[in-house]
Nanobody, 125 residues
């Protein structure tokens, strides 16, 4: 069983930065992809970024390219999401998730077997 715990959310002004962490416990297979999702009130959950646990290849939704960076620390079993130049419309609950897939399938939410509880990110204008 895999458990995921997010941290690092909070309140930040527009243009500011936050770094989210996702601590992973349990067995992580090299075939796993780690994803960061967000869901704003009244909106569908969307994949923000994903990273392959094995080779570090990554995916970003177009709206965050150049501002967000996903990374992993295998020794610490932790995945990070560095978010810069945050915008008010990016206020949401951010969750990490993992499942066995290749990075090219990362947008398929049904492939993620394990989810964290989420952490609130609020960007004030």
């Amino acid at each position: 069983q895999v458990q995921l715990v997010e941290s690092g959310g909070g309140l930040v002004q527009a243009g500011g930065s936050l770094r989210l962490s996702c601590g992973v416990s349990g067995r992580i297979e090299s075939t796993y992809v780690m994803g960061w999702f967000r869901q704003a009130p009244g909106k569908e959950r969307e994949l923000v970024a994903a990273i392959s646990w094995s080779d570090g290849s990554s995916y970003y939704v177009d709206s965050v390219k150049g501002r967000f960076t996903i990374s992993r620390d295998s020794a610490k079993n932790t995945v990070y999401l560095q978010m810069n130049s945050l915008k008010p419309e990016e206020t949401a609950v951010y969750s990490c998730a993992t499942g066995a897939m290749t990075i090219r399938l990362a947008t398929m939410q049904t492939l993620y077997d394990f989810w964290g509880q989420g952490t609130q990110v609020t960007v004030s204008s």
